[in-house]
């Protein structure tokens, strides 16, 4: 998973915040996730995003 620091900042609040994002990429057949005739119209690759913020607590 490549995971990058988005950057950082103060929140509304005045709370110190930084920000990610993770990438990845799943194949669905290593799950067993797609069965019979759906199998030749959803793709097998799977892109994973994840955003995430987190706050400095005292």
Do not use: C, H, P, W
């Not at 103060?10 to 110190?16: F, I, K, S, Y």
């Not at 194949?27 to 759906?38: F, K, T």
């Amino acid at each position: 998973m490549k995971v990058e620091v988005d950057g950082f900042g103060v929140g509304a609040d005045g709370t110190e915040i930084v920000r990610f994002t993770a990438r990845t990429e799943i194949n669905r057949d290593e799950y067993n996730v797609i069965q019979g005739v759906a199998s030749a119209v959803i793709s097998k690759k799977v892109d994973v995003l994840i955003t995430a913020e987190a706050r400095k607590q005292d």
